[in-house]
């Protein structure tokens, strides 16, 4: 059965964009077939980082708006097969989205896709309204600083009340929280929220704890989701997070810092 899911967050700039990319593109590695949606319109940053931005001919905005048909706007991947990208508008503004659209897009998406996921922008404006309201489950992510926690606990409220499901009375959606840019060096500094701290205020169930690594953003100026560099500490914890996404058990990694053996000690000596 289809899964619609929405990255989701409360405030900007803590890596939603570049976590959608690497949940999508880590599931069709994983052989699912997978489309994911930019719901930014008029921002829309998906497909620099899925390195599609020269091929967009149509959008999501045409698709709901001017006859287009959904097949026409997709983009094919060409790195990992099964995966798909439906990019937004940057000239419309997000009163291009209405529910009717949204739902006829989404509905269509499922008869072909295993997973639709929904990269919203952050806040609690329309688009973002858009990108959740049809979703069967939500990822949360947030930086582990006080400011973004607090307003994804925001998020978490219009989750449970806002969405479809909600409206229908059915059970809520299942949610996930994805802590990203987590810096031992500064938790042990009392720089940033530990990750007990931050489960303590959301108290939704872990994902992945995204390390902060320096290739993340070497990779997004590349337009290559993080997944597809193995070197990447911030790319495998990724696909950790999308090993658990499809129920498998995965230690949570990144979360304490190395520990120091008796060798690595003497090299560090003998250097």
């Known amino acids: 059965m289809s899964q619609v899911i929405v990255v989701t967050s409360g405030k900007g700039g803590v890596g939603k964009t570049t976590s959608a990319a690497a949940i999508a593109t880590g599931l069709a590695m994983k052989g699912k077939k997978v489309c994911v949606i ?3 319109v008029g921002l829309r940053n998906l497909d620099l980082i899925m390195g599609v931005e020269r091929r967009v001919v149509f959008d999501f905005i045409n698709v709901i708006n001017d006859g287009i048909r959904l097949q026409q706007a997709l983009i094919k991947d060409k790195r990992v097969e099964g995966l798909y990208i439906l990019p937004t508008s940057q000239t419309r503004d997000k009163d291009a989205l209405s529910r009717e659209g949204v739902e006829r897009v989404i509905e269509e998406l499922r008869q ?5 996921i929904c990269d919203s922008p952050a806040g609690i404006e329309k688009g973002a309204y858009m990108a959740l309201y049809f979703a069967d489950e939500a990822i949360v ?3 582990p600083e006080v400011s973004s926690v607090r307003d994804s606990d925001r998020i978490l409220g219009i989750l449970n009340s806002k969405s479809r499901r909600a409206e229908r009375g ?7 929280l994805l802590l990203t840019r987590y810096d031992l060096d500064r938790v042990a500094r009392g720089e940033m929220l530990k990750l007990d701290d931050v489960l303590e205020i959301l108290a939704i169930p872990v994902l992945g704890v995204i390390p902060q690594d320096d ?14 560099e193995p070197k990447s500490t911030a790319g495998q914890a990724y696909m950790d997070a999308v090993r658990r996404l499809l129920g498998e058990t995965v230690e949570l990694r ?4 190395p520990k120091k053996s008796f060798v690595n000690w003497l090299l560090r000596r003998t250097a």
């Open 112 to 116: 072909e896709f295993d997973y639709v």
């Open 38 to 40: 930019d719901f930014d």
């Open 215 to 228: 290739m993340v953003l070497q990779c997004s100026n590349l337009g290559l989701p993080v997944v597809l």
């Open 141 to 143: 992510v947030t930086n």
């Open 170 to 176: 059915e059970p809520p959606m299942k949610q996930h």
């Open 254 to 257: 990144f979360t304490t810092p």
